[in-house]
């Protein structure tokens, strides 16, 4: 069964540091991978996503993300956050089902707070 | 472009009443669907999800039910709600296998 290990609940870093939120998925084959992010209060948004090819993914809002096979990682980062980037973030790793369904598995997320 | 609009934004319901949560998405044509809970430092759990008109498969037993009476509408109902029913309701909509998920902005349900 697949799975996501967000190791990391809470994150507090100064505002202009460096970031990375650490994600680690269990999966049988090639994984297609997300990250998402959420604001109090709203839905989830959609950073960045994997599906193959280039193991370094470019997303919105600065953030990058790097697919490590190896070590089952996809670990988000940013190089300098910004006071707006306060959130909660979610990494997701999808299955592709029978039926045109998938199966997406979320992890429990980390919540991040960026101090002045 | 593809839009997704979920309502009421928060609600109040005492226990035992009835609920009706929905979820329409334009922009596209028979896409998946979702409804997910996310409770207080549980994550997101996922409680029906649907591929096509009337056919909605559950993951977990509960007190709810889902229904899609036309292919871009998702409605999540209760005949009685329990406290333990409260929580973020969001609903979300895919493409076919392997896509991202696309988010509506949640339904804040609280049970008193």
């Known amino acids: 069964a697949q799975s996501v290990t967000q190791p990391d609940i809470h994150i507090t870093v100064s505002e202009g540091a460096s970031l990375e939120l650490r994600c680690n998925y269990s999966?049988?084959?090639?994984?297609?991978l997300f990250w998402y992010v959420q604001s109090p209060g709203q839905g989830l948004q959609l950073l960045l996503k994997?599906?193959?090819?280039?193991?370094l993914v470019q997303g919105i809002k600065g953030f990058e993300a790097e697919f490590k096979r190896s070590q089952s990682s996809f670990n988000l980062r940013k190089p300098s956050v910004h006071w707006s980037d306060a959130a909660e973030y979610f990494c997701a790793v999808v299955s592709p089902l029978s039926g045109g369904y998938q199966k997406v598995t979320f992890g429990t997320g980390t919540k991040l707070q960026v101090i002045p | 472009s593809q839009t997704i609009h979920q309502w009421p934004a928060t609600l109040v319901q005492p226990v035992g009443s009835p609920l009706s949560l929905e979820c329409t998405v334009e922009?596209?044509?028979?896409?998946?669907l979702y409804w997910y809970r996310q409770a207080a430092g549980r994550g997101l759990q996922l409680l029906f999800y649907?591929?096509?008109?009337?056919?909605i498969s559950s993951e977990v037993p509960q007190n709810l039910s889902a229904s899609r009476p036309q292919d871009r509408q998702f409605i999540l109902s209760s005949k009685k709600l329990l406290l333990s029913d409260s929580g973020f309701y969001l609903c979300a909509w895919s493409y076919r296998a392997s896509s991202p998920l696309h988010f509506g902005n949640g339904t804040r349900l609280t049970v008193t």
């Open positions: 649907s591929v096509g008109i009337g056919q």
């Open positions: 994997y599906f193959s090819g280039d193991t």
């Open positions: 922009g596209t044509s028979n896409p998946n």
């Open positions: 999966y049988g084959a090639t994984p297609y």
